[in-house]
C-alpha cells in the first residue's frame, strides 16, 4: 500500500511577515510609552485641589489603563505570532491590536483628565 502524498506547507509570506513584526514592535514601544506617561502623569500630580480633583480616580484610572493596555498587547501579539507560525495572515492581527492599544490610552487619558479637573 503506497504512503499517501502529504501537501507541502504553503511558503511563508516575507512582507506579511515583515508588517507583522514591525506592528508588533510599534505595538511595544506604544504600550511602554504609554506605560510611562501613566506613571509620569501621577508622579507631577502635585497640585490636586480636593474640590475639583480626585487623586483616587486619577491612579486608578492611570494603572487600569496600563494594565488593560499591556494585557490587549500581550494577547494581541501572541494571537499574530500563532498565525504566523501557521502560515496565516498576521499583519491584520497586529494592527488591530495596535489601534485597540491607541484606543485603550486615549479612554485612559479622557478618565484620567476628568478625574483630575
Known amino acids: 500500500m503506497p504512503t499517501p502524498l502529504i501537501p507541502p506547507p504553503p511558503r511563508t509570506n516575507s512582507a506579511d511577515l515583515t508588517v507583522s513584526i514591525l506592528l508588533i514592535v510599534l505595538t511595544v514601544l506604544t504600550v511602554g510609552a504609554g506605560s510611562l506617561m ?29 494594565v488593560i493596555a499591556a494585557l490587549v498587547g500581550v494577547a494581541g501579539i501572541v494571537t499574530t505570532v500563532v498565525r504566523l507560525a501557521t502560515r496565516k495572515r498576521g499583519w ?17 487619558a479622557m478618565a484620567y483628565t476628568g478625574a483630575v479637573s
Not at 38 to 65: E, I, K, R, Y
Not at 92 to 107: D, E, S
Open 92 to 108: 491584520p492581527f497586529a494592527i488591530g491590536t495596535l489601534a485597540v492599544c491607541i484606543a485603550v490610552f486615549v479612554v485612559g
Open 38 to 66: 501613566g506613571v509620569f502623569s501621577l508622579a507631577f500630580l502635585d497640585n490636586c485641589p480636593p474640590q475639583t480633583c480626585s487623586v483616587d480616580g486619577a491612579v486608578s484610572a492611570s494603572m487600569t489603563t496600563v
